[in-house]
Protein backbone atom coordinates (compact mmCIF):
# COMPACT_ATOMS: atom_id res chain seq x y z
CA UNK A 1 0.00 0.00 0.00
CA UNK A 2 2.96 2.20 0.79
CA UNK A 3 4.13 1.86 -2.52
CA UNK A 4 1.29 2.75 -4.48
CA UNK A 5 0.93 6.00 -2.38
CA UNK A 6 4.89 6.55 -3.33
CA UNK A 7 4.03 6.02 -6.86
CA UNK A 8 1.32 9.01 -6.96
CA UNK A 9 -2.17 7.66 -5.28
CA UNK A 10 -4.05 4.48 -5.62
CA UNK A 11 -3.36 2.05 -8.43
CA UNK A 12 -7.61 2.22 -9.28
CA UNK A 13 -7.69 5.71 -9.49
CA UNK A 14 -4.71 5.51 -12.30
CA UNK A 15 -6.26 3.02 -13.78
CA UNK A 16 -9.94 4.60 -13.66
CA UNK A 17 -7.72 7.71 -15.37
CA UNK A 18 -6.34 5.51 -17.98
CA UNK A 19 -9.82 4.36 -18.75
CA UNK A 20 -11.35 7.55 -19.35
CA UNK A 21 -8.48 9.18 -21.49
CA UNK A 22 -8.43 5.50 -23.59
CA UNK A 23 -12.71 6.00 -23.75
CA UNK A 24 -11.95 9.80 -25.28
CA UNK A 25 -9.00 8.97 -27.54
CA UNK A 26 -11.27 6.08 -29.14
CA UNK A 27 -14.33 8.17 -29.61
CA UNK A 28 -12.08 11.22 -30.79
CA UNK A 29 -10.48 8.56 -33.84
CA UNK A 30 -13.55 6.15 -34.57
CA UNK A 31 -14.34 8.41 -36.83
CA UNK A 32 -10.83 8.07 -39.32
CA UNK A 33 -10.85 4.47 -37.98
CA UNK A 34 -14.14 3.75 -40.00
CA UNK A 35 -12.83 5.32 -42.61
CA UNK A 36 -9.94 3.69 -42.73
CA UNK A 37 -11.28 0.09 -42.23
CA UNK A 38 -13.99 0.29 -44.72
CA UNK A 39 -11.60 1.88 -47.72
CA UNK A 40 -8.64 0.07 -46.94
CA UNK A 41 -11.40 -3.10 -47.77
CA UNK A 42 -11.81 -1.59 -50.71
CA UNK A 43 -8.55 -1.27 -52.14
CA UNK A 44 -7.51 -5.31 -50.80
CA UNK A 45 -9.74 -6.66 -53.73
CA UNK A 46 -8.48 -3.24 -56.09
CA UNK A 47 -12.36 -1.93 -56.06
CA UNK A 48 -10.91 1.50 -56.06
CA UNK A 49 -9.38 1.10 -59.73
CA UNK A 50 -10.76 0.26 -63.10
CA UNK A 51 -9.97 -3.11 -64.46
CA UNK A 52 -11.61 -5.05 -67.51
CA UNK A 53 -15.19 -3.62 -67.96
CA UNK A 54 -15.22 -2.66 -64.12
CA UNK A 55 -15.68 1.04 -63.11
CA UNK A 56 -15.54 1.90 -59.48
CA UNK A 57 -17.89 4.09 -58.21
CA UNK A 58 -16.67 7.45 -57.83
CA UNK A 59 -17.45 7.52 -53.75
CA UNK A 60 -14.50 4.27 -53.75
CA UNK A 61 -11.96 6.03 -56.31
CA UNK A 62 -12.92 9.40 -53.87
CA UNK A 63 -11.86 7.09 -50.62
CA UNK A 64 -9.09 5.66 -52.12
CA UNK A 65 -7.33 9.19 -52.86
CA UNK A 66 -7.81 10.47 -48.93
CA UNK A 67 -6.47 6.75 -48.14
CA UNK A 68 -3.85 6.71 -50.32
CA UNK A 69 -3.05 10.56 -51.02
CA UNK A 70 -4.81 12.68 -48.51
CA UNK A 71 -6.58 14.55 -50.96
CA UNK A 72 -10.18 14.27 -52.62
CA UNK A 73 -9.19 15.16 -56.25
CA UNK A 74 -6.98 13.97 -58.58
CA UNK A 75 -4.36 16.49 -59.87
CA UNK A 76 -3.14 13.67 -62.30
CA UNK A 77 -4.37 14.37 -65.85
CA UNK A 78 -4.93 10.79 -66.15
CA UNK A 79 -6.65 9.45 -63.04
CA UNK A 80 -4.58 6.20 -61.65
CA UNK A 81 -8.40 4.46 -60.83
CA UNK A 82 -9.36 5.00 -64.27
CA UNK A 83 -6.15 2.86 -66.12
CA UNK A 84 -6.01 -0.74 -65.57
CA UNK A 85 -3.11 -1.98 -63.35
CA UNK A 86 -1.82 -5.37 -62.64
CA UNK A 87 -2.71 -6.28 -59.16
CA UNK A 88 0.48 -7.85 -57.99
CA UNK A 89 3.63 -8.32 -58.17
CA UNK A 90 4.53 -11.35 -60.31
CA UNK A 91 2.01 -10.20 -62.76
CA UNK A 92 3.78 -6.82 -62.85
CA UNK A 93 7.26 -8.02 -63.88
CA UNK A 94 5.81 -9.66 -66.67
CA UNK A 95 5.62 -13.25 -64.83
CA UNK A 96 2.45 -15.59 -64.38
CA UNK A 97 1.81 -15.91 -60.47
CA UNK A 98 1.30 -20.11 -60.14
CA UNK A 99 -1.83 -21.07 -58.53
CA UNK A 100 -0.24 -21.49 -55.10
CA UNK A 101 0.50 -18.11 -54.93
CA UNK A 102 -2.89 -16.50 -56.19
CA UNK A 103 -4.70 -19.10 -53.10
CA UNK A 104 -1.73 -17.68 -50.25
CA UNK A 105 -2.74 -14.09 -51.80
CA UNK A 106 -6.43 -14.56 -52.28
CA UNK A 107 -6.37 -16.19 -48.26
CA UNK A 108 -4.71 -13.11 -46.97
CA UNK A 109 -6.71 -10.97 -48.36
CA UNK A 110 -9.89 -12.98 -47.03
CA UNK A 111 -8.02 -12.67 -43.62
CA UNK A 112 -7.24 -9.02 -43.92
CA UNK A 113 -10.89 -8.63 -44.92
CA UNK A 114 -12.28 -10.35 -41.65
CA UNK A 115 -9.90 -7.82 -39.39
CA UNK A 116 -11.19 -5.02 -41.05
CA UNK A 117 -15.06 -5.92 -40.38
CA UNK A 118 -13.79 -6.62 -36.74
CA UNK A 119 -12.38 -3.28 -36.34
CA UNK A 120 -15.58 -1.61 -38.04
CA UNK A 121 -18.01 -3.85 -35.32
CA UNK A 122 -15.49 -3.60 -32.63
CA UNK A 123 -15.13 0.30 -33.12
CA UNK A 124 -19.07 0.47 -33.67
CA UNK A 125 -19.56 -1.30 -30.60
CA UNK A 126 -17.05 1.15 -28.45
CA UNK A 127 -19.28 4.18 -30.10
CA UNK A 128 -21.98 2.60 -29.06
CA UNK A 129 -20.63 2.43 -25.42
CA UNK A 130 -19.73 5.79 -25.61
CA UNK A 131 -22.45 7.39 -26.65
CA UNK A 132 -25.40 5.32 -25.46
CA UNK A 133 -24.27 3.68 -21.92
CA UNK A 134 -21.29 6.15 -21.28
CA UNK A 135 -21.59 8.21 -18.05
CA UNK A 136 -20.36 11.32 -19.97
CA UNK A 137 -22.31 11.18 -23.35
CA UNK A 138 -21.82 14.92 -24.28
CA UNK A 139 -18.46 14.72 -24.07
CA UNK A 140 -18.17 11.93 -26.11
CA UNK A 141 -20.46 13.27 -28.43
CA UNK A 142 -18.42 16.42 -29.26
CA UNK A 143 -15.23 14.19 -29.42
CA UNK A 144 -17.16 12.18 -32.00
CA UNK A 145 -18.45 15.34 -33.91
CA UNK A 146 -15.04 16.99 -33.93
CA UNK A 147 -13.19 13.56 -34.71
CA UNK A 148 -15.18 13.95 -37.90
CA UNK A 149 -15.03 17.27 -39.15
CA UNK A 150 -11.48 17.88 -38.23
CA UNK A 151 -10.00 15.70 -41.47
CA UNK A 152 -13.25 16.73 -43.35
CA UNK A 153 -12.35 20.20 -43.04
CA UNK A 154 -9.04 19.51 -43.37
CA UNK A 155 -9.68 17.69 -47.00
CA UNK A 156 -11.10 21.34 -48.28
CA UNK A 157 -8.11 23.64 -47.26
Not at 144 to 154: E, F, K, M, Q, R
Amino acid sequence: MAKASRAGGHPGMRLAAIRRLHHFIGVFIAPSILFFACSGAFQLFSLHEAHGAYQPPALIVAMARVHKDQVLASEKKADAAERPRPHNAAHHEGGHPDARAKASTLALKAFFLAIDVGLVVSTLLGLWMALIAGREKTIAWLLLLVGAAIPIALLFV
